[in-house]
């Protein structure tokens, strides 16, 4: 059964700590990505990582960085948390059939409800 | 600039009935269309998808209809079932791998 899974489910953190958020995927998946979902905004991507050490900018990228030194594992980071990062934090996967092109659908995690003080 | 939309923020159906959600684009590159439905306090789950060589795909009670010249497309559910009550996102993936979402409809589908 195909799993992503999360570190945390709810997190607070205050304003300026530095803040982890942990990602795991079972699949042997190329392709990861982080979104974060704020009502009537829909899902935003991040960051995404096509392969190990790679990573490329998504739509909203400031404020954020993201680390994958192993294949099932992608890591967002947060150096210096601000209130408007408050939001869910979803974390998602998929495969690779040719090269870069990705046609299948991705899997994502339960998501982390991160809430800054 | 919002290249998926979905204009309808929520729709409310009678159970039976069928659901339509729909989804409006502006990016001619996207080349496959996928919907998604999230419960509450889960992630999203892949539903169905359409390649945009072609003009339906369909399994089971949903079918997703994509009109390339309208840049649209739309997802019927029939017959809607209360366990059907979810938000369902619209995506578009272009060659370069990732998705670009909509803003979701929220459906809720009443007994």
């Known amino acids: 059964d195909v799993k992503v899974t999360q570190s945390s489910r709810y997190l607070v953190k205050r304003t300026g700590e530095k803040v982890f958020l942990e990602c795991v995927q079972d699949m042997d998946h190329e392709n990861m990505f982080w979104y974060r979902q704020d009502p009537g905004l829909g899902l935003r991507l991040i960051y995404f990582s096509y392969d190990v050490k790679m990573k490329e900018k998504g739509d909203i990228p400031e404020g954020y960085s993201v680390s994958r030194e192993k294949k099932e594992r992608f890591s967002l980071i947060l150096e210096s948390a601000s209130t408007n990062q408050t939001s869910m934090y979803l974390c998602?996967?998929?495969?690779?059939?040719?090269?870069?092109?990705?046609?299948?659908?991705?899997?994502f995690g339960p998501g982390t409800r991160l809430t800054v003080l | 600039d919002q290249q998926v939309k979905q204009n309808s923020p929520s729709l409310s159906v009678q159970e039976g009935r069928i659901s339509i959600l729909n989804c409006d684009y502006t990016n001619s590159m996207f080349d496959y269309f996928l919907w998604y439905k999230k419960y509450p306090a889960e992630g999203p789950t892949f539903l169905i998808s359409?390649?945009?060589?072609?003009d339906k795909n369909e399994d089971g009670r949903f079918t997703v209809f994509l009109n390339k010249s309208a840049k649209h497309l739309s997802l019927h559910i029939v017959p809607s079932q209360p366990g059907d009550s979810a938000v369902y996102f619209c995506a578009a993936r272009t060659n370069a791998g990732k998705s670009t979402f909509g803003d979701g409809t929220t459906l809720t589908v009443k007994p």
């Open positions: 359409i390649s945009s060589i072609k």
């Open positions: 998602a996967s998929s495969s690779i059939r040719t090269g870069i092109i990705s046609y299948n659908e991705q899997f």
